[in-house]
């Protein structure tokens, strides 16, 4: 008897140190909710990754905010007191303006172009450019292209936008954009539903999945596809947290999460025709065709304006200007 007890002691410890092995657990933020395209990119990425490494990688996804805004969820990656997150460009942009760059409205012609600036060489710099504020840039994934919605009057040109307040990410661009447009920008973190509910806000802009996932069809009348700007997500590791890592385990874990973002921008692209149709069904009202020019002569100005000032951003906004034209 007291060598079973003996042996079943041995064996639980043995059981122990195994699971301790595996101890490896990626607490991941995204601030949406499941079914939003950051959660999709997130819940690839963990099932690939628990598969790969046999269990020895685990990853824990705090969702819905639980973490606070994205603004939040980026400082607590920079202090390692979370490993990953999937953040959306906008509320990047304060930690590192080369970010900017994508942000550039009506820069992309069409997901060619996107996937061939953030998969080359001129993506890999931005990712590069991270480190400087504590970050491991792992890859892009995708929000899609932005679209306006608002709950006062069809918007055809960016005169109908005049005195509507329009919710905008943390980000400088973004804000500069909405200004340089003529409508009132107010920055605000995700997510925003009470405040459009409320009338705080009139309107908001955002690809076409997020106003599906946050039913903003019951609250918003109006959507004009504007498409003004790419929105990506960075995927990014604690830079910290990164370093402590051995090589094979860094490849495992980048090439995980690029094949999640890759399946993810597919995944996106291929549902935007039916979330219109479904957002029509709901009642709003859709101006699919808007004054694209009016809009660009608008914020042509962007281009020279302090957002873009420091050298390097306005080295490589030039370059990709010149690899999307
Ligand atoms: O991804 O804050 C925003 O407008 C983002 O696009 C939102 O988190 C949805």
Same mark, same amino acid.
Not at 26 to 45: C, D, H, M, R, Y
């Given at each position: ?41 997130? +819940? ?86 991270? +480190? ?13 292209? !932005? @679209?306006?919605?608002? @709950? ?31 409508? @009132? ?9 009470? +405040? ?54 860094? !490849? ?19 549902? @935007? ?38 050298? !390097? ?13």
């Amino acid at each position: 008897m007291k060598r079973f007890t003996v042996l079943a002691t041995v064996f639980a410890l043995l059981l122990f140190c195994a699971e301790t092995r595996a101890a490896t657990t990626i607490k991941l933020g995204v601030v949406t909710k499941p079914g939003s395209a950051q959660n999709i990119a997130a +819940e690839k990425f963990k099932e690939l990754i628990e598969r790969r490494s046999k269990g020895d990688i685990r990853v824990k996804i705090f969702h819905s905010a639980s973490l606070g805004n994205e603004t939040e969820i980026l400082q607590q990656v920079q202090m390692n007191s979370i490993q990953m997150a999937i953040v959306t460009g906008g509320p990047f942009d304060t930690f590192d303006p080369m970010v900017r760059v994508i942000n550039y409205p009506f820069l992309f012609k069409d997901y060619q172009q996107v996937d061939q600036v953030l998969d080359g060489p001129l993506g890999a710099e931005i990712l590069k450019s991270l +480190e400087s504020s504590g970050f491991k840039g792992l890859c892009f994934s995708e929000n899609g292209f !932005r @679209n306006l919605t608002n @709950n006062k009057r069809p918007v055809r040109t960016p005169d109908d936008l005049k005195g509507l307040k329009i919710r905008v990410m943390a980000s400088a661009i973004h804000k500069a954009i909405w200004q340089a447009l003529g409508a @009132n920008p107010t920055p605000m973190p995700w997510p925003i539903y009470t +405040e459009l509910e409320q009338g705080v806000i009139d309107g908001q802009e955002n690809p076409l999945w997020v106003m599906v996932v946050y039913k903003f069809y019951e609250i918003q009348k109006y959507l004009t596809l504007t498409r003004h700007v790419y929105s990506f997500h960075i995927d990014v590791a604690s830079l910290k947290w990164w370093n402590t890592l051995d090589a094979k385990t860094q !490849r495992m874990i980048k090439d995980a999460m690029y094949e999640a973002a890759v399946y993810q921008r597919k995944d996106n692209r291929s549902k @935007n025709a039916e979330r219109l149709k479904f957002l029509k069904a709901k009642g709003m009202q859709v101006v699919e065709d808007p004054d694209i020019d009016a809009f660009r002569a608008k914020v042509a100005k962007l281009r020279h304006m302090d957002v873009y000032k420091a050298p !390097r951003v306005q080295s490589l906004l030039t370059r990709v200007m010149e690899a999307t034209k």
